[in-house]
T-cell receptor, first 112, second 115 residues
Framework: LAKTTQPISMDSYEGQEVNITCSHNNIATNDYITWYQQFPSQGPRFIIQ???TKVTNEVASLFIPADRKSSTLSLPRVSLSDTAVYYC?????????????FGSGTRLLVRP | NAGVTQTPKFQVLKTGQSMTLQCAQD?????MSWYRQDPGMGLRLIHYSVGAGITDQGEVPNGYNVSRSTTEDFPLRLLSAAPSQTSVYFCASSYGLAAAKNIQYFGAGTRLSVL
């Protein structure tokens, strides 16, 4: 079962750049890497998705090395409202089927 | 634009009772899924569907049934509720399961307590 591995928690301060790395050693050739953000008492929300190199949108950047065995979510100049749990998601082979199984996520705390 | 709608938002059951959690989406998504999230934990996949009439098991399917008779609806049935099923349940949908189509949109969740 190919799952992702992320740090359990990270601390940062307002205005800093935060980089969260996810390991996915068994990623399939055609699989994409997707990151979600979850606030307490809410469902996860899509942040960014990528296949290789670098992807950037209005809220984050995603860096993927050539071997695609890891990825790094970069949040520029975080604020208190970025305190949340961040999940990276790749497909997993389980019982001969492809499934979208979440890992444990990274709990980010942004301090004033 | 409703997105993914889950009902009810809260539910309290007694051990042994059955109930159905409702999930509906208005985005014409083929893929739908159910996750449960225990306090302080990550999301675990219960069941999923890649289209009407097609369902499959996730990581923790025991004690739950699903069916997919329409593209829009994907109800989750608890057959005989147990305290271990106390959790927050999230429904999600996406255009597909394949890469680049599998960005999931989540509902607000159903908070279930089994006494």
């Amino acid at each position: 079962l190919a799952k992702t591995t992320q740090p359990i928690s990270m601390d940062s301060y307002e205005g800093q750049e935060v980089n969260i790395t996810c390991s996915h050693n068994n990623i399939a050739t055609n699989d994409y890497i997707t990151w979600y953000q979850q606030f307490p008492s809410q469902g996860p929300r899509f942040i960014i998705q990528g296949y290789k190199t670098k992807v950037t949108n209005e809220v984050a950047s995603l860096f993927i090395p050539a071997d695609r065995k890891s990825s790094t979510l970069s949040l520029p100049r975080v604020s208190l409202s970025d305190t949340a749990v961040y999940y990276c998601l790749v497909g997993s082979r389980m019982d001969s089927s492809y499934k979208l199984i979440f890992g444990s996520g990274t709990r980010l705390l942004v301090r004033p | 634009n409703a997105g993914v709608t889950q009902t009810p938002k809260f539910q309290v059951l007694k051990t042994g009772q059955s109930m159905t959690l409702q999930c509906a989406q208005d985005m014409n998504h083929e893929y739908m899924s159910w996750y449960r999230q225990d306090p302080g934990m990550g999301l675990r996949l219960i069941h999923y569907s890649v289209g009407a009439g097609i369902t499959d098991q996730g990581e923790v399917p025991n004690g739950y049934n699903v069916s997919r008779s329409t593209t829009e609806d994907f109800p989750l049935r608890l057959l005989s509720a147990a305290p271990s099923q106390t959790s927050v349940y999230f429904c999600a949908s996406s255009y597909g399961l394949a890469a680049a189509k599998n960005i999931q949109y989540f509902g607000a969740g159903t908070r279930l307590s089994v006494l």
